[in-house]
């Protein structure tokens, strides 16, 4: 479309906020690229009932402003796309990216969003307690106190303790992580259900 | 004292931008209940009549998903100039909805306005 415009500071202007519409727009294929269309119709729209101040590259500049940063306002629709590849794919980088969005992308979904983050972090701790058993193999595990109490994951004093599962604390705590990836992630598909 | 006047003016302002953001939906379909729109006159409706401040380009992807969730439908037209334009109408089910989200609309608002008179008169 910059071939309508004489003025090099108009190409330019132009050039480098679809060139970053574009990078960010990437991963919305047709939707991106048809969303593109929308916005550079709105914008040629948006010159031409400004008024005629003689400095055209200003109009751009005015209307580009009040069009915003790409990257405010394709967070929502970055955060569906993401979590709806993630609840097919189940890819970290999927699942990372779309909460990354959600949650900057403010709204009702905010809350749900920093839960399931909360949720993931839990798989980390699963990681941690079957990547530490073969370095401190006496206070990592589920433990059973002499008043009969358990105590689950990484315990400082356990000299009185009965160690319960022993090695099997590694694989246990590797499928439980694994499971609740599973299960929160099937349930992302929640998230970008409702608003 | 000044700062906390400046976090407070800057919070407001965050929670503004979020609740106009959580109208806009409803506020897109209320716009083409009276009729048929292009994306600039849709917007500027928004921003001038219904004084919904926002950035532009924060319509665009909602009118897409709007149109995905099948609430609106758009066709392209040559507009009065000549150049294509985009226009958007509601469709039947974009119609149910709306009718549907108009007494909650109400009741919320009426629900709001009893609490701010209520706290007027303490």
Redesign the interface.
């Known amino acids: 479309m910059t071939e309508l415009f004489d003025d090099p500071a108009m190409v330019k202007l132009w050039n480098a906020y679809f060139s970053e519409f574009d990078k960010l727009s990437a991963p919305l294929g047709d939707e991106g690229r048809e969303l593109r269309s929308d916005l550079e119709r709105h914008v040629m729209e948006s010159i031409g009932a400004q008024p005629a101040t003689g400095n055209p590259a200003q109009q751009l500049k005015v209307a580009l402003k009040r069009l915003g940063r790409p990257i405010d306002y394709l967070h929502p629709i970055l955060g569906e796309r993401y979590i709806s590849r993630a609840t097919h794919t189940y890819s970290p980088v999927a699942v990372g990216k779309g909460l990354f969005h959600t949650i900057l992308a403010g709204g009702g979904r905010l809350l749900a969003a920093s839960l399931f983050c909360l949720g993931y972090l839990f798989i980390a701790v699963f990681a941690v307690i079957a990547l530490s058993k073969p370095f401190w193999a006496d206070n990592v595990g589920l433990f059973r106190a002499p008043d009969g109490t358990i105590a689950a994951g990484i315990v400082a004093e356990t000299a009185e303790h009965q160690e319960v599962l022993g090695w099997w604390s590694i694989p246990i705590a590797l499928a439980l992580a694994m499971l609740t990836y599973l299960l929160l992630t099937k349930g992302l598909g929640r998230l970008i259900r409702t608003q | 004292m000044a700062r906390n006047s400046i976090e407070a003016h800057e919070e407001t302002a965050r929670w503004e931008?979020?609740l106009r953001?959580?109208v806009l939906?409803f506020a897109i379909l209320l716009t083409l209940r009276g009729g048929e729109h292009y994306?600039?006159e849709l917007?500027?409706s928004l921003t001038s009549k219904a004084r919904i401040n926002?950035?532009?380009?924060?319509i665009?992807?909602l009118?897409?998903?709007l149109a995905k969730d099948g609430l609106i439908k758009s066709e392209m037209r040559d507009g009065e100039?000549g150049?294509?334009?985009?226009y958007y109408t509601l469709t039947p089910r974009g119609v149910v909805l709306l009718e549907a989200m108009i007494p909650r609309w109400k009741q919320l608002s009426t629900s709001v306005e009893g609490l701010l008179a209520g706290e007027e008169n303490d």
């Open positions: 931008v979020q953001k959580g939906e994306g600039f917007v500027t926002v950035p532009e380009g924060t665009y992807p009118l897409l998903r100039g150049a294509p334009r985009k």
